[in-house]
């Protein structure tokens, strides 16, 4: 039998992020019940694998096993090229334990100088999973392009995005009006695809 999400499912959003949880309820547009992991108490997996899927995947799983419904997780961050990468799977920890996300792009900013870097091109990615309780769990991926600037511009979104441009546009996502990032981001583009998969 196919896999399908119907209207209206509890869904367990797998995160204690805030910023994040308050994006994905904006993707999800009331197409379903959603609770957060936070909410219910649940704890908060380490995130051991080395991709976004496999950590999407782990957080989905985590979720479903411990609360009983379909879990709903985003593993997601921001990769710079001239960093190979970095931080990539990394972006939470490099904000520390306080969740300094100002320190964290300082470090962005100051590795790009170590570095010596005149190309500032990055890419933010989600990967989103859905897993059923002791069943089967689907993963996809959403890529968003851009490029950074220094000094941070905007309070709007979270963690990285006032340094984070996206292609074609002159505003950073911490500039732009939420509905204009949720049109654009990688979230949103992963959403995408979960749709054409699920619903
Ligand atoms: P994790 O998926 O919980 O490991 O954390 C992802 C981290 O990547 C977040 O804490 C942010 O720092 C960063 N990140 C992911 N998506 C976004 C976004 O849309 N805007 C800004 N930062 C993001």
Redesign the pocket.
């Known amino acids: 039998m196919a896999l399908r999400l119907e209207p209206g499912t509890k869904l367990v959003v797998a995160?204690h992020?805030p910023?994040?949880a308050r994006?994905l309820a904006e993707i999800l547009e009331g197409r379903f019940e959603l609770v957060t992991a936070g909410e219910l108490g649940l704890p908060e997996p380490d995130?051991t694998e080395t991709t976004?899927v496999g950590?999407a995947l782990l957080k989905a799983r985590a979720a479903a096993e411990a609360s009983g419904l379909i879990a709903l997780a985003?593993?997601?961050?921001?990769s710079v090229a001239a960093l190979d990468g970095a931080?990539g799977?990394y972006?939470?920890?490099?904000?520390g334990p306080s969740?300094d996300?100002t320190a964290?792009m300082r470090k962005v900013e100051e590795r790009l100088e170590e570095a010596g870097a005149e190309d500032f091109a990055a890419w933010?990615t989600?990967a989103l999973a859905v897993a059923w309780p002791g069943g089967p769990a689907v993963v996809v991926e959403g890529r968003v392009d851009g490029t950074l600037v220094f000094p941070p511009r905007g309070d709007r979104?979270?963690?990285?995005?006032p340094i984070?441009r996206p292609e074609g546009l002159s505003h950073t996502?911490g500039e732009l009006e939420p509905a204009a990032?949720d049109g654009m981001?990688?979230?949103a583009r992963a959403f995408e695809k979960l749709k054409a998969a699920l619903l």
């Open positions: 995160t992020n910023g994040k994006e995130e976004f950590n985003d593993d997601s961050g921001l931080p799977i972006s939470a920890r490099w904000a969740k996300f964290a933010f989600s979104g979270f963690g990285y995005d984070f996502f990032k981001s990688h979230r």
